[in-house]
């Protein structure tokens, strides 16, 4: 969560929201709170997750799971009640907002279906990587942001369970079906409901999937007996600095990614520079610029070489390279192959201005 909490994204508030529901649902089912109170507070947080990032929709599996399996066991019903209600409430109310704003009770969804553009992050548009999209990718993300080991931990409790576990008689099966539950949503939910698009495999997407996996495992482990080497301070330290040992070697390594060299660089030759400018980069920082300058609205555009047409290239756009942020789950490399191989065959060249490290700064010139 650490690697989320450094970046303007919408994940930690949502990530916030959705545990807030987690927790809620739990409690309820272990007869640890008041279903109105827990009602309410869930449906609100709900809410809140809803008006953040529309990814919250991943929850839906689980809520129709939650749903059928108290009504099958004839317990909640207070809680679903009161639940179900607030959540047509909220929702009736943001559907007429947006018909008396923007003219459409459904316009945030047809809002979402209409810019959903094919990019370098989309599969429905690439038939031949759908499927391995659908199969192994989303293990390989799982070793990335921060998710290996609390699903590592998780993982046990998921593998172990049983067909009888399915009917939450046992308040802490809650968290594994859930994480697993979850898991598969991600795995092939789709995101447009006008046809099937897979989410795309940033792993920012689900943050709000740690929590879950951490509770998995707190609940899981203390059960078995061989927890109690824990008991014992060496184990115990020695534990905790092998968990340590990855963030501690990201920490290391961010070291080498050049980003001081590209903020000089960036400031020296673009922010100082009151001119509009047109920068072609890499995703990351297509999409992170603001930070260099401040968040304040400027005219500069950056493009991501991975995402644009080609055709839109000029004399006299700067390319801002630095390869330690290349993502070659897009092929970046090959995409900027291509990228310097269109500028040549428009008999033009890159000029660089600066080098720092890793960071190259050109300019593209005739």
């Known amino acids: ?75 909640n019903k207070g809680f679903w009640r009161i639940f179900i209600s607030l959540g047509i409430f909220y929702f009736l109310i943001n559907g007429f907002w947006y018909l008396e704003t923007k003219g459409s009770f459904m316009y945030r969804f047809e809002n979402i279906a209409n810019n959903h553009v094919a990019t370098v992050k989309t599969f429905f548009d690439k038939e031949s990587l759908l499927w391995k999209r659908l199969t192994y990718l989303p293990v390989i993300t799982f070793t990335k942001g921060g998710y290996f080991i609390p699903l590592l931990l998780a993982l046990p409790a998921m593998i172990g369970l049983k067909r009888k576990d399915f009917n939450l008689k046992q308040a802490d099966k809650f968290w594994p079906i859930a994480s697993l539950i979850l898991m598969l949503s991600y795995w092939f939910f789709s995101t447009n409901w006008r046809y099937y698009s897979p989410l795309p495999l940033e792993t920012r997407h689900i943050a709000f999937f740690i929590p879950a996996f951490i509770m998995t495992a707190v609940t899981f482990w203390p059960q078995h007996r061989w927890f109690e080497l824990l008991k014992n301070k060496a184990v115990l330290i020695a534990a905790i600095l092998g968990f340590l040992m990855i963030p501690a070697y990201t920490i290391y390594k961010s070291s080498n990614r050049g980003f001081k060299a590209e903020q000089s660089i960036v400031q020296q030759y673009l922010v100082e520079d009151q001119a509009a400018q047109t920068v072609i980069t890499d995703g990351l920082n297509s999409y992170g610029y603001p930070y260099f300058y401040n968040f304040n609205k400027v005219e500069d555009k950056y493009l991501w070489f991975s995402e644009m047409d080609f055709s839109q290239i000029e004399i006299g756009d700067y390319v801002l390279l630095n390869e330690a942020y290349f993502n070659e789950e897009y092929n970046d490399t090959a995409n900027f192959t291509a990228f310097k191989k269109a500028v040549a065959e428009k008999q033009w060249r890159l000029d660089l201005i600066e080098e720092k490290g890793r960071v190259k700064f050109y300019r593209i010139t005739l």
Do not use: Q, S, W
Request: net charge positive; with cysteine; hydrophobic share 55%.
């Open 1 to 75: 969560m650490i690697n989320f909490a450094i970046h303007l994204f919408p994940e930690l508030p949502l990530t916030l929201c959705i545990f807030i529901f987690l927790v809620g649902y739990y409690l309820v089912l272990k007869n640890e709170a008041d279903y109105r109170l827990t009602g309410f507070i869930t449906a609100t947080a709900l809410l809140g997750a809803f008006l953040i990032k529309t990814t919250v929709f991943l929850l839906l599996p689980l809520l129709t799971y939650l749903f059928i399996t108290d009504r099958i066991n004839r317990r």
